[in-house]
Structures are given as C-alpha cells and as structure tokens.
C-alpha cells in the first residue's frame, strides 16, 4: 500500500532548506575563494565555481 505523500509539508520543507542554503552560501564562497587564492588546487577551483552557480542560482531565483 502506497503512501499518499502530502504536498503540503514537502514543499515546506523545501522552502526551509532553500532558506538555510541562501544564508550560508555566500560565507561558504567568500571562506572557498580565500582558499582558493592561497592553495590552489583543481577541487578546490572546481568547488567554488559549483559555490558560484550555485549562489547565482539563489540570487536569480533560478532554484
């Protein structure tokens, strides 16, 4: 027997996680760009341009 999932909640619950990732994505691409800058290795470019996407996606509202 399936559970009927309510609409209700899930989005809910979306809304709060998206909430928290606007307010510390910023710190997280200021903290990884320092990084960045002072050991530069391939993850760590590549973990702050998903950082960067991902905090223009907040700022466009593309999420």
């Known amino acids: 027997m399936k559970r009927k999932m309510n609409q209700q909640t899930f989005q809910s619950w979306i809304r ?5 990732g606007k307010q510390f994505i910023i710190p997280f691409v200021v903290f990884q760009a ?7 290795t391939s993850f760590d470019v590549l973990l702050l341009a998903i950082f960067i996407l991902l905090a ?6 593309w999420i």
């Open 56 to 61: 223009l996606a907040f700022y466009f509202d």
């Open 16 to 20: 709060t996680a998206k909430d928290i």
């Open 34 to 40: 320092v990084r960045t800058i002072l050991l530069p």
